[in-house]
């Protein structure tokens, strides 16, 4: 015969590995054998159909949770292109400043340069970005854009290396007098609304082998695009 003992871990809802415990012919020898960790994948019937408990390990399909889900290089290409189209006021105005905005040359020249932005902080952002740092990333991002966009918005100013040396040497009285009532609209929208899209966001897991060979692609291609589009506009900045 043999003997079966199951062992439960974390919550002590269930088991999910057993130990078997066999004697050599069905007999007792007087002393046993070690008993033996066997892999039983179980599903608990009143659980979460996508949990599933392997031997000392639970694993949880987030996506059951999620509101939607994407690549990594998606979301690094579309949180790029919001950057560019909401983040950039002062930028555009000063960059259309004296254009026609009725010419076809005038929407030309924005779509690309708007191109080539988006294509050049893609490529930045997929060296540093993978499925565990690509949240925590752009939720810095998003944190310091909103408030910087705030402020240039207000003081019609651009943020150069300089004042954001003046910015770090700002004492906290002076800094509590940079945060009004009249911001925290501005704040829902630009940060906590991108922060609540980007908690409930599910990554797509890809397999090690295929990011390895696939991500190299995706900064060339963003390069190579962004390049191109200001190279086909490159006379307009003359």
């Known amino acids: 015969g043999h003997e079966q003992r199951a062992r ?18 069905g007999q007792g020898n007087g002393h046993g054998e070690a008993g033996s960790l066997v892999r039983y994948p179980y599903r608990f019937p009143n659980r979460d159909p996508a949990m599933t408990f392997t031997l000392r390990a639970r694993v949880r399909d987030d996506a059951a949770d999620a509101w939607f889900s994407l690549r990594t290089e998606v979301l690094v290409v579309l949180a790029s292109a919001a950057f560019t189209l909401a983040c950039n006021g002062l930028f555009w105005r000063a960059l259309l400043e004296g254009r026609d905005g009725a010419a076809p040359g005038t929407w030309l020249f924005i779509g690309a340069v708007g191109v080539a932005l988006t294509a050049l902080q893609s490529a930045l952002l997929l060296v540093v970005c993978n499925r565990w740092t690509v949240k925590p990333v752009l939720a810095v991002l998003v944190l310091g854009t909103a408030f910087a966009v705030y402020y240039m ?36 929208l630009y940060a906590v609304l991108p922060l609540v899209l980007l908690w409930k966001l599910h990554i797509k897991r890809t397999p090690m082998a295929r990011a390895v060979l696939v991500r190299p692609l995706w900064v060339a291609l963003a390069l190579a695009v962004g390049v191109g589009a200001l190279l086909s506009v490159f006379q307009d900045f003359g």
């Open 8 to 25: 439960g871990i974390g919550d002590g809802q269930g088991c999910i590995d057993r130990v078997e415990q066999r004697q050599p012919g």
């Open 153 to 188: 918005a207000r003081y019609g100013v651009y943020l150069d290396p300089s004042m954001l040396r003046n910015v770090l040497r700002t004492d906290v009285k002076e800094a509590s007098e940079l945060f009004t009532w009249g911001m925290v609209p501005h704040l829902l």
